[in-house]
């Protein structure tokens, strides 16, 4: 499934990393990518979009996270018939922060010291929102910016919680959303627990 994704440089400084925004986790190849009429199904909370880099196209290389949530996707598409009658379904993918760098310290020092207050809000459009940001919670006023996004959204927000070992409605005050790339080895069934929720929504 191909992921495409809009990036820019930060007018601030030339050393800055590279700003990700707009990326859609497509669930069938479009006739033409980033179109404002394609339907988003779904929506990603994630923490920053680590070692991402454009290729051709506008497509994105070089995101492990990516791959893994690819690779449930799939798992959940096998689990239940695609039953939805878009033409060009996405999963869109939303960050804490847009600087595309695994340094997040890095990456929060210059959401910092840009004064930014980039962030995109939920599509009206999604079925659901899967909170995958991770436990490391340095990123407060993004994580606060996201936390009332989604509230305000009011669609149905679920997270694997690390702690319970499974996939739980997500409640900010209790919830330890665990991080789709470091979870594998962790957490055994991560994959086919989330694959399994997903399922339902598709």
């Known amino acids: 499934m191909p992921t495409y994704a809009t990036f820019s440089s930060p007018t601030s400084t030339s050393a800055a990393p590279k700003i990700r925004t707009d990326t859609r986790l497509y669930l069938k190849v479009p006739k033409a990518p980033g179109l404002a009429q394609h339907d988003c199904v779904g929506s990603i909370y994630l923490h920053n979009p680590g070692s991402a880099s454009p290729s051709a196209h506008g497509l994105v290389k070089n995101d492990n996270t990516l791959n893994v949530i690819d690779g449930i996707f799939r798992k959940a598409m096998a689990c239940k018939k695609f039953k939805n009658t ?45 909170i995958a940001w991770g436990t490391d919670l340095s990123f407060q006023g993004p994580l606060i910016t996201a936390i ?32 789709p790339s470091r979870s594998a080895s962790r957490y055994p069934n991560y994959a086919s627990d989330v694959a399994t929720k997903l399922a339902t929504y598709l």
Do not use: M, R
């Not at 960050?95 to 962030?119: D, E, Q, R, V």
């Not at 690390?162 to 739980?168: I, T």
């Open 148 to 179: 009332l996004d989604i509230q305000k959204s009011g669609h149905p927000a679920f997270c694997y919680d690390g702690s319970k070992k499974s996939v739980v409605d997500w409640d900010p005050n209790v919830s330890f959303p665990a991080h």
């Open 86 to 130: 878009y033409s060009d379904p996405y999963i869109e993918i939303l960050n804490l922060c847009y600087y595309a760098t695994p340094n997040k310290k890095s990456a929060y020092a210059h959401f910092i010291s840009s004064g930014s207050g980039l962030n995109q809000n939920i599509s009206p459009k999604s079925n659901f929102v899967w």
